[in-house]
Nanobody
């Protein structure tokens, strides 16, 4: 049974940092593209970025470029989302998802993803 579990969400002040984790069981994450998404109340799910399954290339939404970084630890079968310089508009539930095939430049297209985690809440407020 495939399971993705996100963790690391918290309440943080503007300008702060968080690292989210996406841990998997039932599959090897390094065989998949891994996308990070977020969804704020009343808004559609938004693609944050993704990491490729081959060379570890990463792609980001303009809204987080330069602040967020996606990385892998294959030994731990975990993918991370490092979030720096957090802003109130980053407040959302964050999800990770796997894709077997992906057009990296279109990483935000939800239909490309197969398995999803349950999400972890990030709140940025003073």
């Amino acid at each position: 049974q495939v399971q993705l579990v996100e963790s690391g969400g918290a309440l943080v002040q503007p300008g702060g940092s968080l690292r989210l984790s996406c841990a998997a069981s039932g599959l090897r994450l390094d065989n998949y593209y891994i996308g990070w998404f977020r969804q704020a109340p009343g808004k559609e799910r938004e693609g944050v970025g993704c990491i490729s399954r081959s060379d570890g290339s990463t792609y980001y939404a303009d809204s987080v470029k330069g602040r967020f970084t996606i990385s892998r630890d294959n030994a731990k079968n975990t993918v991370y989302l490092q979030m720096n310089s957090l802003k109130p508009e980053d407040t959302a539930v964050y999800y990770c998802a796997t894709a077997t095939y992906l057009v990296p430049s279109l990483f935000w297209v939800v239909s490309q993803y197969d398995y999803w985690g349950q999400g972890t809440q990030v709140a940025v407020a003073s």
